[in-house]
């Protein structure tokens, strides 16, 4: 792609605000429809012009196709910087910063109440549906002994016997009221000491900054509606030399997990993976990939240092 054939690709008014919506995060095309108001077809032909150019990328789930913006176009990456500082005075950026901001919270609720609705089914409903090999021994593994642990998205808190066997204090954070009554059982039942549990957002956790040694994501992140946004929290809330650790499902076509498990993504590759935990000023990334057995799905294991305050 030429440098010409480039800026004709830019030189469009609604492309320009799609390159701004898309530099926060990843959307679809039913998304973008919403966001700027214009119909499908319209919004269609601009994504496939600048998709052609190199300027954006698509990552297609199952039926669903995601798009951002890429890094194809040498030309457009030289002047994205100054690029970026301009698309903030487009003359529609505000309505569409708060066009985003809706996608993302619908994205959310939605996620809370599924969650809520079937808190105490989960456990059983995710094991039937979507099977994982054994690896709650090796994640515990990654975690340092006697650090302050904070778990997010601690569901029905089926992990915290393990976590609070090896750390020093347990902080559990989930969005759904339902699923913490249920963690709190558990805690109650089990008799575990030295554990918190907290209801609060991925993006806007109830802890401090450097508030604790060690974030442990089991599960968590293809249910984010944006997950670097998610790892720059879990970046803030950790100490220097903190040590992040996460399980999550590698990519999958299992497309009923949107409706039946409320999963936003269908797991993820892995240079995408460790791309977003480096992009989140993480560095020293260890992924380790669980292969499932026959009707099985398999999963990353993560472990990363924050080495940066």
């Known amino acids: 792609m030429t440098m010409l054939e480039t800026i004709k690709a830019l030189a469009d008014p609604c492309r320009l605000r799609l390159l701004a919506i898309l530099d926060s995060g990843e959307f679809t095309v039913q998304e973008l429809t919403s966001i700027l108001g214009m119909g499908q077809s319209r919004i269609s032909r601009h994504l496939k012009i600048l998709t052609e150019a190199g300027v954006l990328a698509v990552k297609r789930q199952g039926t669903w196709s995601y798009y951002r913006v890429g890094d194809a176009n040498a030309f457009f990456t030289a002047i994205s910087p100054a690029m970026k500082t301009e698309l903030e005075t487009l003359d529609n950026r505000t309505q569409d910063v708060a066009a985003v901001a809706r996608v993302l919270e619908d994205r959310r609720r939605r996620s809370q109440q599924f969650f809520d609705q079937h808190a105490r089914q989960w456990d059983a409903l995710v094991c039937t549906l979507l099977p994982v090999p054994e690896y709650v021994a090796q994640l515990v593994r990654l975690v340092p002994q006697k650090s302050e642990v904070l778990e997010i998205g601690v569901g029905t808190g089926n992990l915290l016997p393990e976590l609070a066997n090896v750390a020093s204090r347990t902080i559990g ?30 993006t806007h956790l109830p802890v401090a900054d450097g508030g604790v040694g060690c974030v442990v994501a089991n599960m968590v992140l293809h249910h984010a509606a944006d997950p670097l946004a998610v790892l720059h929290e879990m970046g803030r809330v950790l100490v220097v030399g903190g040590v992040l650790v996460i399980a999550d499902l590698a990519r999958h076509e299992r497309e009923w997990a949107r409706e039946q498990l409320a999963d936003q993504w269908l797991g993820f590759e892995k240079e995408e993976l460790i791309g977003w935990i480096k992009a989140a000023g993480f560095n020293h990334v260890a992924c380790h990939r669980y292969e499932g057995a026959a009707g099985q799905e398999s999963v990353f294991l993560v472990q990363a240092i924050k080495d940066k305050g």
């Open 173 to 202: 954070v989930d969005h759904s009221p339902a699923m913490l009554e249920e963690a709190g059982r558990r805690v109650a039942a089990t008799g575990l000491h030295g554990v918190e549990l907290r209801l609060g957002e991925m």
